[in-house]
């Protein structure tokens, strides 16, 4: 599975704002809703039920919020980057200031599994945090990610 099928330019959502997990999965919701042409309040929902079954904190300050809806009808992934780390009760404790959300329709276990690897791989690869961690351009962030395919 190739990042560029799961996502395009405006995927990334950079310079976010957020005190804690609940706003920013708030705000995001609303980002992805409008993105994907869903409704906001399935987003959050579905997320923060997966949040509350454990952290999607990944460690080393990344995050991997995910949650299948019904209503969607591919796999999307959303890279966003927090101006300021939050506290994601992440595994290893630290805050999170990039995550990876990933919503998928509810049947689609296969592509949802696989696209959550590809991701984790991705958030594993120190250099590639550490290049998004230094860019402001999301489209300059959106050609990282897909040439890395």
């Known amino acids: 599975m190739k990042i560029s099928n799961i996502m395009n330019k405006?995927?990334?959502?950079?310079?976010?704002?957020?005190?804690?997990k609940r706003q920013f999965l708030q705000e995001t919701s609303k980002k992805i809703a409008d993105?994907?042409?869903?409704?906001?309040?399935?987003?959050?929902?579905?997320?923060?039920?997966?949040?509350?079954?454990?952290?999607?904190?990944f460690g080393e300050g990344t995050a991997i919020p995910h949650a299948r809806i019904e209503s969607v009808?591919?796999?999307?992934?959303?890279?966003?980057?927090?101006?300021?780390?939050?506290?994601?009760?992440?595994?290893?404790g630290k805050p999170v200031d990039l995550a990876f959300f990933l919503i998928s329709p509810e049947n689609n276990g296969a592509d949802h599994l696989t696209a959550l690897a590809k991701i984790s791989r991705l958030l594993k690869d120190e250099n590639i945090c550490k290049k998004i961690r230094s860019e402001t351009d999301a489209e300059t962030v959106y050609a990282?990610?897909?040439?890395i395919d």
């Open 35 to 57: 993105i994907i042409k869903i409704d906001e309040r399935s987003v959050f929902d579905a997320l923060l039920e997966r949040e509350n079954l454990g952290s999607t904190g």
């Open 144 to 147: 990282l990610l897909s040439n």
């Open 10 to 20: 405006h995927c990334v959502l950079l310079n976010l704002k957020s005190n804690n």
């Open 73 to 92: 009808d591919k796999v999307w992934a959303f890279l966003t980057k927090l101006q300021s780390p939050i506290d994601f009760d992440s595994v290893d």
